[in-house]
């Protein structure tokens, strides 16, 4: 009776622990199901977001998107708060050496490329800006057509890339105006006339409803790069094209250092049905989707007359 009772209990005992080893196995972390976090260049936001509904709606994965400054993410991403990051630029040489000691090697996938675009309030007639103008106007000598420029955050993408064209460390203090994230700039500069803001693309081509009401109250200029004679404005064709002079790749940046959800993502956003969610955004995809053709050689009614 008791060896009885004895096999019992070890059979229920190897019952439970098979099914914890399912689930934990149903729990684990792959390249297309479990959970992870993504920290997302606030300038980016929308794109990434709407890659990410699309991607959860294929597959069994709940990816949580954290969108923050550039300075931020950087921040966090060296903390471990999560080790997938999409930006507009690739790991700096400090970042890079930072995973390398942890035997870590990054996996840097482009997605894309987007743009920064300067906007103004539509009381003003003048929808064209030279970019020469706007770098002046940073470095002090100030523009009677510019009151001030507007930045998404002073930590941001954004600001880092003016101040590398105008060869600038710091931000100006004089005529330099920030808030938190780019829907407040665009609301901002529809509310006052002579504001100059300077956006991510991405959240004039797919805007929240809120911005859709202050988009109707900005122009969105035509831009003319440093020598050169042409205005171009932000558009894909001008991207495609190389013509418009404030263009930015955007990356998908992995260093989980194993095959999880950052792999699967990247190899997503990167595939077809990806690079579609791009270039329907108005952006510029990495590669072209393909396009299926099917040429007809006799109508329908021709084959029935045979």
Known sequence: ???SVKIMLGFLFLGVLFNCKQSDSSDKETILKGSTTILVDETLKPIIQAQIDIFQSEYKAKIILTSKSENEIEKAFLA???RIVVLARKLNENETKYFQN???TPKTTKIGTDAIAFISNKASKDTLIALEDVIEFMRGKTKSSIKGLVFDNLNSSTVRYMNDLAGLKTVPAK???SFKTNEEVIKYVSENDGMI????LNWLYEPTSNVKEYLKKVNVLSVKGISKTGYFA???????EGTYPLARDLYIINCQGYSGLGM?????VAGDIGQRIILKSGLLPWRTPGRKVIIKTKSNNENENE
């Open 1 to 3: 009776m008791k060896n």
């Open 80 to 82: 471990d708060s999560s």
């Open 102 to 104: 942890l035997k870590i």
């Open 175 to 177: 005529g330099i105006y």
């Open 197 to 200: 803001g300077v956006v991510g």
């Open 234 to 240: 932000p558009t894909q064709n001008n991207l495609a």
């Open 264 to 268: 699967g993502f990247a190899s997503f």
